[in-house]
């Protein structure tokens, strides 16, 4: 089992729907994650991180922690085409290491 | 804040030469630095990581005298790729973290894209 899974997609939606990402975690002492947006040809860029179990919202995005179901995923509201990307669940590994998923592919069609 | 540049963003060299690439952290003193390698289509690959003034850690399969790594600053970290060959070529982008910030999250450069010829 891997340490960090997503489906790798595409996940495509509408423009103006609600883009939902998912991630499962194998590490039951995991405490935080984290979720980049990357795009083509570019470095990943942070979105937002979570330690709690339950919501936490910034924006348009809305992360969620279900550490009993050893889930966590990605709400994107208002979907835009801009949002079309890569995006990386990630959770720590160690010391300060960050173990990544291989990102879910996001395509928002206008 | 938060911000990491790598330099430089794009280089072409020829097989059998060496590459120095640089990661700077310009508004926090990043305790660690990590370095990546991702292919396309594929996700982040860690190769090391690098706490200021000491040895960096490297990963399984990844080979310490093709990938030099100095940490020298709080800074400044460089990746150098030693003789390189075109099986190298891939996007190097490195990430840091520390200096008040949340230990584990790790803020990314813009990567460099190397290839080798």
């Known amino acids: 089992q891997k340490e960090v899974e997503q489906n790798s997609g595409p996940l495509s939606v509408p423009e103006g729907a609600i883009a939902s990402l998912n991630c499962t975690y194998s590490?039951?002492?995991?405490?935080?994650f984290f979720w980049y947006r990357q795009y083509s040809g570019k470095s990943p860029e942070l979105i937002m991180f979570i330690y709690s179990n339950g919501d936490k919202e910034d924006g348009r995005f809305t992360a969620q922690l279900n550490k009993a179901s050893q889930y966590v995923s990605l709400l994107i509201r208002d979907s835009q085409p801009s949002d079309s990307a890569t995006y990386l669940c990630a959770a720590p590994r160690g010391y300060n290491k960050l173990i990544f998923g291989a990102g879910t592919r996001l395509a928002v069609h206008p | 804040g938060a911000v990491v540049s790598q330099h430089p963003s794009r280089v072409i060299c020829k097989s059998g030469t060496s590459v120095k690439i640089e990661c700077r952290s310009l508004d926090f003193q990043a305790t660690t630095m990590f370095w990546y390698r991702q292919f396309p289509k594929q996700s982040l690959m860690l190769m090391a990581t690098?706490?200021?003034?000491?040895?960096?850690?490297?990963e399984q399969g990844v080979e310490k005298d093709k990938f030099l790594i100095n940490h020298a600053s709080l800074t400044l970290s460089t990746l150098t790729v030693t003789s390189a060959h075109p099986e190298d070529s891939s996007f190097y982008i490195c990430s840091a973290s520390g200096g008040g910030l949340s230990t584990d999250t790790q803020y990314f450069g813009p990567g460099t894209r190397l290839t080798v010829l």
């Open positions: 590490d039951r002492g995991s405490q935080s």
């Open positions: 690098s706490n200021e003034g000491s040895k960096a850690t490297y």
